[in-house]
């Protein structure tokens, strides 16, 4: 089973783009915090890229924006491509399948 569950907050605001058959894509990232961090360590975060369709990435780019703390679950994709200079690179992605927000209105504001 590939199920992700995820608290963090967004580092920027999602863009949101249609592809030629009006299906919405979000992209967006978020930093969760690591729970435990090596003693001397600067990296006190992890910062994910996700993904949502449809309905799903509609709500996300209405509603979401830079620095408010969500809940997210979906599950992890990897894959590949062949960069400009002919690199191939691998990324790793979260497909958001559900989100919730993670503080108040009034929290995210201040």
């Known amino acids: 089973m590939n199920k992700v569950i995820l608290t963090g907050r967004f580092t920027r605001d999602p863009e949101i783009k249609y ?6 894509i979000a992209r967006f990232s978020i930093a969760v915090n690591r729970r435990f961090v090596k003693e001397g360590s600067d990296q006190k ?19 979401f924006s830079k620095g408010m703390k969500a809940d997210l679950s979906g599950r992890i994709q990897t894959g590949s491509y062949v960069n400009k200079d002919g690199n ?13 927000f993670a503080d108040s209105k009034n929290q995210s504001a201040g």
Do not use: R
Not at 54 to 63: P, R
């Open 88 to 100: 191939k690179v691998y990324t790793t992605d979260v497909i958001v399948e559900d989100q919730e």
């Open 45 to 63: 975060a992890d910062f994910l890229n996700c993904i949502a369709f449809g309905k799903s990435a509609e709500f996300i780019e209405k509603y």
């Open 19 to 24: 592809t030629n058959d009006g299906t919405s």
